[in-house]
């Protein structure tokens, strides 16, 4: 690393310091937005001291963690976080670079882009409540993919494989450990205006679906936002309702021990929730499910529209509560617990029905 990079490393990590004299409860992610820089960026000025950068073939890296043992996964947006304490089990990587894949099916449940996948760290951290050791995986602007921290033993389930993890980080240590990184810009995919996609054309194809997982393609046939694709399909398979009305609907599914599904994610990860919930709170701005095994924490004054979306399967049709942000980008996605092959499940429609409308 060239001295220049070397103390613009350093500059950084004193102003980091700085920071949190002031602010010292403040997470790095919110340090990194105060500083005006990205959070992958603020944690490479800590390679050397306890975190190590890592490299190598993201998909092997990918295969290792069911060797981890019980871990808590947290993947996160702007305005949504889900975490799941387990071990990862069934991992199938699919397609080619630069569009492999992953599905990873059991306690932690997740849908993996590696395309996104640029930065990696270990990072071995002494915290108030003990050392804390994690792998992070981030795209290519710094934002943060998926995190994974090491758990203790605990309610007679044992802690995380430490050797495991010791080998994971000697076998994709980076060859040079640097404290600067290059960040580039993310080519999003292309989209028309609202006024410029094709409604009639749109709807057929949204009527002609025979799976969930036909919508992505669908939108991006029609070079559609997700959100403008529900706005015109408004009337006919969507409706608006008010983002207030999610709390009734969690806490009356947790109160009829009725099982969701919960998609929230970024660009790299799409991390899933199946199954019952227990705990629902509001704390300030944030609406969470506070479950010994997952944990969600939404941040409801980022969301400026909720939809109830309706999408035609062979199965029958199925309902999503989709909640988006200022930017139009999807936060979280609400459904009833479903299997293929199997029709939605009666008592979910009946909840989203109660939903006030907008």
């Not at 992610?29 to 993201?58: F, H, I, K, M």
């Not at 996160?76 to 304490?85: A, G």
């Amino acid at each position: 690393m060239s001295q220049i990079a070397e103390s613009k490393a350093a500059e950084l990590r004193t102003a980091w310091e700085e920071l949190k004299k002031i602010k010292p409860t403040l997470r790095i992610r919110d340090c990194a937005e105060e500083l005006n820089v990205s959070e992958a960026e603020l944690l490479a000025t800590t390679v050397g001291d306890y975190t190590t950068q890592l490299q190598g073939d993201w998909t092997k890296f990918m295969l290792r963690l069911p060797e981890l043992g019980r871990v808590m996964s947290l993947t996160r947006n702007n305005s949504c976080v889900l975490e799941h304490k387990g071990p990862f089990q069934k991992i199938d990587i699919m397609g080619a670079p630069p569009h492999q894949m992953a599905t990873v099916i059991g306690p932690i449940e997740s849908r993996v882009f590696f395309a996104a996948w640029k930065f990696g760290f270990a990072v071995k951290q002494h915290t108030p409540h003990g050392l804390q050791q994690s792998l992070q995986i981030f795209d290519e602007t710094g934002t943060a993919v998926t995190k994974i921290f090491l758990q203790g033993e605990s309610n007679n389930r044992a802690a995380s494989n430490q050797e495991a993890y010791d080998k994971i980080v000697a076998d994709f240590t980076a060859p040079e450990q640097k404290q600067e990184i290059e960040l580039a810009v993310v080519k999003t995919m292309p989209t028309k205006p609202l006024s410029e996609i094709n409604k009639e054309a749109l709807l057929t194809d949204w009527s002609n679906m025979k799976d969930t997982h036909d919508f992505f393609g669908m939108i991006r046939k029609h070079q559609a936002n997700r959100q403008d694709a529900v706005e015109l399909a408004e009337g006919k398979y969507t409706y608006r309702v008010q983002k207030s009305g999610l709390k009734d609907v969690l806490e009356a599914a947790a109160k009829e021990h009725l099982p969701i599904m919960v998609f929230a994610g970024n660009r790299g990860n799409i991390q899933i929730h199946q199954g019952k919930i227990q705990t629902v709170r509001v704390m300030e701005n944030w609406l969470n499910i506070l479950d010994p095994d997952f944990n969600m924490h939404l941040r409801e004054d980022h969301i400026t529209s909720a939809w109830v979306v309706v999408k035609p399967t062979e199965d029958g049709e199925v309902t999503s509560i989709e909640m988006f942000d200022k930017n139009k980008e999807m936060i979280v996605q609400f459904f009833g617990l479903r299997k293929p092959g199997l029709p939605e499940l009666g008592k979910w429609k009946a909840l989203v029905d109660t939903l006030p409308r907008a």
